[in-house]
């Protein structure tokens, strides 16, 4: 008598739901390895592009004797025919072009500038490098409807309550002998006694007391994730290359200590610094060192990284 037999083809239904089972678990332990993998990846382009621009403002420096100003605040923009420092309207990244290799950019027309994205200027952990809308109103030409966007912020020091001023539009004729504020000289004055960072409204900044290691030139600067793309949110509602304001820059006070972009947080108008970053935010000392602060770093030691001449002279960096 002979006895058949038959081989068992396919997986029987609990072979099956083990096997899916197995496969789920595998994803569930590598799609955050991976997203861990690309954000050090982002990280690493946010870090190249600070070193960036730490190293044209050394260059900078070297040229014209003193630190990148931030101009004459809001609604300027760059003007080619005004040099640096003092007389120049636009921001600190409009003087920063030339020693990134954007001169055609800096000698370009005001109504291309507002518009002109630069790869180097936008974090790729928060957005793409686009134009992005904008309604900041411009004094001295061009337009802001379509603007290039920064996720970079000169530090302005300690004292951000002077966030919002701004030469009157009679300044582009008169300066420097414009009044603004009532008063030019009382403005400068002011500008004496309180401003302790490093680019800020009219500045030239020559001496770093407390060591270029020390001090921060610029960092990631916070935004709330509402307004990414939107340009509604006060704080980057304009271009990369306009004056002193909050959109390009923030300040080191410790009543408004650095955080990770939360939508929750400073909904409208910001002058923090952070990032998108989870672990916390770099920023670019001025000798070009750039470097990881975390979240929970002291309001005293914040505030001294952003003071240029308070005379402590510690480690403050918190370094990963």
Known sequence: MTISSRKR???TLIELLVVITIIGILMGLLVPAIQRIREAGRRTQCKNNLR?????????????????????????????????GARQPGGWLYDLLPFLGLQAAYDGPKTQQTAYAVPTFICPSRRKVLQYPGSEAI????????????????????????????APASCLNSYPDCTWKGDRKATQEWLKNNYNGVSGLLSQTVRIGDGTS???????????????????GI????????????????W??????????????????????????PIGFHVVACDS??????YSISAYVYQHLGDREDGVKDEPFGDE
């Not at 020390?214 to 509604?232: C, D, V």
């Not at 704080?235 to 923030?250: I, M, P």
């Not at 947080?265 to 990032?275: A, C, L």
Request: proline share 5%; net charge neutral.
């Open 214 to 232: 020390r001090t921060i030139f610029a960092g990631e600067k916070y935004l709330n994730p509402k307004h990414y793309r939107n340009g509604k």
């Open 139 to 166: 004094l001295n030409g061009g337009s802001s409807s379509k603007t290039a966007k920064t996720d970079y912020a000169a530090n302005s020091g300690t004292f951000p309550s002077e966030e919002g001023l701004s």
């Open 235 to 250: 704080s980057d509602n304009g271009t990369a290359y306009q004056g002193y304001d909050s959109d390009v820059n923030r």
């Open 52 to 84: 960036q621009l730490g190293i044209a403002a050394q260059n900078h420096v070297g040229k014209n004797g003193y630190y990148p100003s931030s101009g004459w605040g809001r609604g300027w923009i760059g003007d080619p025919n005004r040099g640096t």
């Open 9 to 11: 083809v396919g997986f």
């Open 252 to 277: 080191c006070s410790p009543d408004f200590v650095p955080m990770m972009d939360t939508p929750a947080i400073d909904q409208e108008r910001s002058v923090r610094f952070g990032s998108a970053h």
């Open 289 to 294: 060192s750039v470097h990881l602060v975390n």
